[in-house]
């Protein structure tokens, strides 16, 4: 199973030497992926659920403060040469379909071949009005027509679209990103919806385990999320073994244990050797990446976590 890590985009390790600092130790210890989350603003007053805590409040309130999803891709892109770029997801509607394509060929393109697309529909509303994006009503509409559209301008080389939401014709688009077909898409979230998206249109199902409302908290839980994405796959004529399975454990740190609302101990909480037996579950359940959250409140905590991960639970994970 290869093994990533988010980088700072808010907060106090977000700064350019904390990032480098993050990017290069990855590559030392031999991380496989650098993922970073996407918000462009980050309003003053949300009153939007955030999926991802039991209360609805997003923890990343307190900071306005927020670097830009891609800008800081491209620059750890260039400190660490090994590390697959995620975007850990962007919230496809945010940009236009035509700009998105082209930055994420061109990061492609300069980091000969590293980029992968992680996607997801969003949900605060108040960061979409902000940005004059579509209408967050129709969010999971402009989302999977982006995404179509995307495929049409990295692999034809005439493209033309005609959308409700994406218009282009008349034009060239090159480079084409250096990945064929395309830059992997892994599609972020849990919901019934999220599932169709990845079925119609990823090449990786990439949810997070703390879902209240689509909890994957334990590997049976996940175990029935799978089994469900593959019966949809499998409805809509596509083979199941064609989706990659990911996992994001956004609340990872190896000195807590976590309990489900139901008591059963939270996946990925525990000692080193209930970590690993956790990964070696997900593992044969098929997962071959996993993202985990090492950002702590100082950058010494932080690289020392990533340090103890590659240290003292690895070698409990042998490859399946």
């Given amino acids: 199973m290869d093994v990533g890590l988010t980088i700072p985009t808010r907060g106090p390790l977000a700064t350019p030497q904390a990032v480098e600092a993050f990017a290069r130790r990855a590559d030392e210890l031999g991380y496989a992926h650098l993922a970073v989350p996407d ?75 590293r980029m992968i697309l992680g996607v997801g529909a969003g949900w605060m509303k108040e960061e979409f009005e902000a940005l004059g994006a579509p209408a967050f009503e129709e969010r999971g509409r402009v989302t999977d027509e982006y995404l179509q559209a995307f495929k049409v301008l990295w692999t034809e080389d005439d493209p033309h679209f005609e959308g409700d939401h994406v218009h282009f014709a008349n034009i060239t688009f090159l480079p084409k990103p250096e990945q064929k ?31 209240p409302r689509h909890p994957l908290d334990t590997v049976a839980r996940f175990a029935d999320g799978c089994a469900n994405m593959r019966n949809l796959a499998e409805k809509n004529n596509r083979d199941p073994d064609s989706i990659g399975l990911a996992f994001f454990a ?27 037996e956790d990964i070696n579950g997900l593992s044969a359940l ?12 100082t950058l010494e905590q932080s690289l020392n976590s990533m340090q103890h991960f590659t240290e003292t639970i690895q070698p409990l994970t042998p490859p399946q």
């Fill in 250 to 276: 956004n609340w990872y740190d190896e000195t807590k244990t976590m309990s489900t609302p139901d008591g059963q101990r939270h996946l990925l909480t525990g000692s080193a050797e209930e970590i690993a």
């Fill in 181 to 211: 077909p395309h830059p992997p898409i892994w599609v972020g979230g849990e919901s019934p919806a999220a599932l169709r998206r990845t079925v119609r249109y990823g090449d990786t199902w990439f949810p997070i385990g703390n879902n």
């Fill in 39 to 113: 918000h462009v603003v980050v309003p003053r007053s949300i009153d939007s659920r955030y999926p991802y805590s039991a209360s609805g409040e997003f923890p990343g309130a307190a900071s306005g403060a927020c670097f830009d999803q891609f800008t800081l891709l491209a620059f750890v892109a260039a400190i660490n040469s090994t590390a697959r770029l995620l975007t850990s997801v962007t919230v496809i509607p945010h940009r236009g379909a035509v700009h998105t394509a082209k930055t994420v060929a061109t990061i492609d393109v300069l980091s000969q071949g």
């Fill in 286 to 297: 098929g997962v071959r990446d996993l993202i985990l959250n090492f950002q702590r409140d």
